[in-house]
T-cell receptor
C-alpha cells in the first residue's frame, strides 16, 4: 500500500495567518491527490482534487500544489471557520489511502 | 439536492454480521464511483472499499482480510456493505462517499455508527 504522511500532525495558528500543510507519499502518485476538511461530528468535505484543482464552492484562500511524492495545502489567510482537521488522500493505487490528518487549532 | 443516507449500523457482538446501506438521490447514481470510508472514535479516516460506476471493478483495504463485500443496485440507487466476522477494531462511523472517475470524493453521507462489543 502507498503510505501518506502528513506534517505537522497539529498546529496552532491565528486568524489571518498563512497556513501550510504537507503530505508526502511513499511512492510517486503523479497528481492523484485530494485534500479534505473535517469538523467535529460532520462528514469530510472535499477542498482540492487532482493536487491543485479547487472543488466548486470552496473559497479561493485554499490552494494545493505538488506532484509525484510531495504535496502542499495552503490556506492563504486563515478564517475562524477554517479551524478543523485536514486530510490528504491518494487515489493513484487501488487502495485509496488517507494521511493521518493535521489538526489546525486556534492559537 | 444531493443526498447520501446511510443506515444499518448498530451494536453487534464480535464475530457477528451487519449490512450497511447507502441510498443516494440528487445525482445520476450510475455515473458515479462509490466508496465506503470509516472513522474509528477519535481517529482518522480509513478508506474501506471501492466499486466502479458499472459495478465491475471492486477494491478493498488489505486490512479487511476478505470479511467485507461491497455491492450496488442501480435500480434502488443504493450502495451496500456486507460486513462479516466483525471485530472490536471494526468499531467506527461508516461513511459512503461518491465521486466521478479521477476526481475526489465530492459527496458524503452523514455516517452510520457500527459498534462491535460483547
Amino acid at each position: 500500500d502507498i503510505q501518506m504522511t502528513q506534517s505537522p500532525s497539529s498546529l496552532s495558528a491565528s486568524v489571518g495567518d498563512r497556513v501550510t500543510i504537507t503530505c508526502r507519499a511513499s511512492q510517486s502518485i503523479s497528481k492523484y491527490l485530494n485534500w479534505y476538511q473535517q469538523k467535529p461530528g460532520t462528514a469530510p468535505k472535499l477542498l482540492i482534487y487532482a493536487a491543485s484543482s479547487l472543488q466548486g464552492g470552496v473559497p479561493s484562500r485554499f490552494s494545493g500544489s505538488g506532484s509525484g511524492t510531495d504535496f502542499t495545502l495552503t490556506i492563504s489567510t486563515l478564517q475562524p471557520e477554517d479551524f478543523a482537521t485536514y486530510y490528504c488522500q491518494q487515489t493513484f493505487s487501488k487502495s485509496r489511502t488517507f494521511g493521518q490528518g493535521t489538526k489546525v487549532e486556534i492559537k | 439536492e444531493v443526498q447520501l443516507v446511510e443506515s444499518g449500523g448498530g451494536l453487534v457482538q464480535p464475530g457477528g454480521s451487519l449490512r450497511l446501506s447507502c441510498v443516494v438521490s440528487g445525482f445520476t447514481f450510475s455515473d458515479y464511483e462509490m466508496n465506503w470510508v470509516r472513522q474509528a472514535p477519535g481517529k482518522g479516516l480509513e478508506w474501506v472499499s471501492y466499486i466502479s460506476s458499472s459495478g465491475t471493478t471492486i477494491y478493498y483495504a488489505d486490512s479487511l482480510q476478505g470479511r467485507f463485500t461491497i455491492s450496488r443496485d442501480s435500480a434502488e440507487n443504493s450502495l451496500y456493505l456486507q460486513m462479516n466476522s466483525l471485530r472490536a477494531e471494526d468499531t467506527a462511523i461508516y461513511y459512503c462517499a461518491s465521486h466521478k472517475w479521477g476526481a475526489g470524493f465530492a459527496y458524503w453521507g452523514q455516517g452510520t455508527l457500527v459498534t462491535v462489543s460483547s
